[in-house]
């Protein structure tokens, strides 16, 4: 996301330099938008074309392929409009050395003016965003793509689990929960009591309430067991002296 607004600044930056280069002083004060489109291919001439007719036209194709591009995150379209830009400015100055013989900057102002720079570091500027930017990418990522059906050689990769060793679920829905206990039955393993046996402590049954020591089996919760004379608590003690 970074990228590619960081991008598209430097690609539109890059535009807006060169449709504003024509406008410049681009040889001897002669601005570029008085150099006919055709000239790059022909040669200069001292003719004076209108504004569609110039290398503006050239520069303007350039910023809508940018906008274009910009808009729809595409990366070719913005190099396309970069390589235009660039392109123009070199078929230029190689016809306007064949013209003067060889276009240079003197030291009395004349020459190659600032326009010509600017075209140039539009182009740059259009390359550059160009290759800053991502570029649009594919609606599904590769990580929301499904699980591929292994072949017969790999029968425990489908469905995938987090359980190692081969599967034996072959049908589509949900593999059973297993028991959460696994160890052997106990009373599998129990000899059954035979007769005349007691029948193992942990196999009787237990009482229906608590059993207090000292109360029977027939003593409510409530009762007390009685005592029998000459048995209280302080038959033994020491008489004081």
């Not at 059906?149 to 987090?162: F, L, R, V």
Request: aromatic letters at 6%; proline letters at 12%.
């Amino acid at each position: 996301m970074i990228r590619n607004v960081l991008g598209s600044v430097l690609a539109l930056i890059g535009a807006a330099a060169a449709v504003l280069s024509p406008f410049r002083d681009w040889y001897d004060g002669r601005l570029g938008r008085h150099y006919r489109i055709d000239e790059l291919f022909t040669g200069i001439t001292a003719g004076r074309p209108g504004a569609l007719g110039s290398i503006l036209l050239a520069f303007l194709f350039a910023a809508l392929l940018t906008v274009v591009g910009v808009v729809l995150r595409s990366r070719p379209l913005v190099v396309f409009a970069g390589v235009v830009v660039l392109g123009s400015t070199v078929l230029w100055m190689v016809r306007q050395g064949q013209s003067t013989g060889s276009p240079a900057v003197a030291g009395d102002g004349s020459g190659l003016g600032r326009g010509v720079a600017e075209a140039a570091a539009g182009g740059a500027l259009l390359l550059v965003g160009a290759a800053v930017m991502s570029g649009r990418r594919s609606a599904r990522g590769a990580h929301d793509r499904p699980y591929a059906a292994p072949g017969s050689e790999n029968p425990d990769t489908w469905p995938p689990t987090q359980e190692p060793g081969p599967s034996v679920q072959t049908s589509t829905l949900p593999e059973p929960e297993p028991e959460p206990y696994t160890g052997p039955d106990p009373a599998a393993h129990r000899p059954a009591p035979g007769p005349g046996h007691a029948a193992a402590p942990e196999d009787r049954d237990t009482a229906p309430y608590p059993v207090v020591p000292g109360k029977g089996r027939d003593q409510g919760p409530d009762e007390s067991p009685r005592e029998s004379p000459g048995e209280g608590p302080d038959e033994d003690r020491p008489p004081r002296r």
